[in-house]
């Protein structure tokens, strides 16, 4: 089966065209600047010429429609007719409680997620909007709807819930839900495979860092407890994300600041952080050369950094009575030696240890600790469009079935 795989935001939309069947991405892009007359479109065909094309964009349904052009595209393309494209599955950020695992998208589907919308009001509705670009395009496809919430929807109350007055929660659905759920559950699988064990007898860790960034305990196979919350603000430093912060700051310092609720708001997502902190930059390579350089700021957020990456390592071990795999994935848990060698610094008593040289060269998804350790460390390569692709997939096969 054939599935162009979509994750759309408000200015762009990143694609893959996938075989699920060999499991191989037969070609992917991305559009950028919709909105604008100078939008860009960058396609990359398995076996054939990558191409850049420039052209006004100026909403998703048009956007859509230059992704499926390139797709038939006689020299560009990989398939002759847009029927070839079998299914289509969308990245969603938000599911709240209704979805609780991967659906296909019907009408009740797209009135559930537009009342979801309040939620996630920056990500959901392009989302909506991809969904609906797709239905002008290929309105006998069938699409689904893959959530990045919905792999931590097994968390007990005690891990969701926040110590708030209960009618809120019931009021407003105020609670943890969690993101990067899609890269938690394939690193968390692929590395139960790794090892040659059932999921469903091992207590995991996982490490999502990018530059958004997210940790999750994996008990069992189901997520019973991750650090981002009812946004994906709380819980680690991010590129430009705060992370846990006292609740208090916030009136105190929109009060010194004279700031409004907007401008807060853009404080906590956009300016703290790795950036924040070190007045120099929100990417993770940029921040070890000045750490290299002995520049103070940028060693006192890598210090943040990398402290808080280990203090939920702790809490989840507590939490799960034990841990027996820790994995590494994202732009920088993939790519950063410094990174995975000082969160496993002094972490022995947990049985993890890094094997350094493996750690410097790693295997392709290997396995990082030394030898005869307790604890497995792996750094795994995530693939969400990959889930996306299987789930659409097994809902599709399944929908010929009934
Ligand atoms: P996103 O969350 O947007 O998908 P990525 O997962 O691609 O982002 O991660 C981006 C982060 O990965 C950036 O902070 C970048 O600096 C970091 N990164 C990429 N390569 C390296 C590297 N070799 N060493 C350290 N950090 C890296």
């Known amino acids: 089966m054939k599935i162009l795989v979509l994750n759309c935001g408000s200015s762009s939309i990143k694609y893959q065209f996938i075989d699920s069947d060999k499991e191989s991405v037969l070609a992917k892009g991305l559009v950028e600047r919709i909105g604008m007359s100078s939008a860009v479109l960058t396609h990359e065909p398995l076996g054939k010429e990558k191409i850049r094309i420039v052209g ?88 689904c709807g893959i959530f990045d919430t919905s792999f931590h929807s097994a968390m007990p109350p005690k891990a969701y819930l926040y110590g708030l007055p209960y009618e809120l929660y019931k009021r407003y659905k105020i609670r943890r839900y969690g993101f ?91 300016h703290s952080g790795l950036v924040g902190l070190s007045g120099e930059s929100s990417d993770m390579r940029e921040i070890e050369t000045a750490v290299a350089e002995g520049n103070k700021k940028a060693i006192n957020a890598f210090d943040v950094f990398i402290y808080r990456i280990k203090k939920y390592v702790g809490a989840y071990a507590a939490a799960m009575g034990g841990v027996d795999i820790l994995v590494f994935t994202g732009g920088i848990g993939e790519n950063s030696n410094l990174v995975r060698e000082r969160v496993c610094e002094d972490m022995s008593f947990l049985g993890i240890e890094l094997d350094m040289t493996k750690n410097e060269n790693p295997p392709a998804d290997g396995d990082l600790s030394a030898e005869g350790t307790k604890t497995k460390v792996f750094r795994i390569r995530t693939n969400e469009e990959l889930v996306i692709a299987m789930d659409t997939k097994e809902i599709v096969d399944s929908m010929a079935k009934n």
Do not use: W
Not at 98 to 104: C, Y
Not at 216 to 242: Q, W, Y
């Open 56 to 143: 006004e964009i100026l909403d998703h349904t048009i956007a859509i429609e230059y992704v499926i052009a390139v797709l038939l595209s006689p020299n560009h393309g990989v398939i002759k007719d847009k029927n070839e494209i079998d299914a289509v599955g969308h990245r969603v950020v938000h599911g709240g409680e209704t979805f609780t695992g991967s659906v296909l998208i019907t009408p009740e589907v797209l009135k559930a997620l537009r009342d979801n919308i309040e939620l996630a009001p920056l990500h959901n509705p392009p989302n909506i909007k991809g969904i609906e670009a797709v239905t002008a395009h290929l309105p006998a496809t069938p699409q």
């Open 180 to 270: 990067h759920g899609t890269s938690h559950r394939y690193v968390s699988e692929r590395a139960a495979d790794a090892v040659g064990r059932s999921i469903n007898e091992l207590k995991i860790i996982t490490a999502h860092l990018g530059n958004g960034c997210s940790m999750a305990a994996i008990n069992k196979g189901k997520s019973v407890d991750t650090t981002m919350g009812f946004t994906p603000l709380e819980g680690l430093l991010m590129g430009t994300r705060s992370g846990d912060i006292d609740p208090s700051l916030i009136t105190y310092i929109m009060g010194k600041e004279g700031l409004s609720l907007g401008e807060m708001n853009t404080l906590l997502n956009k």
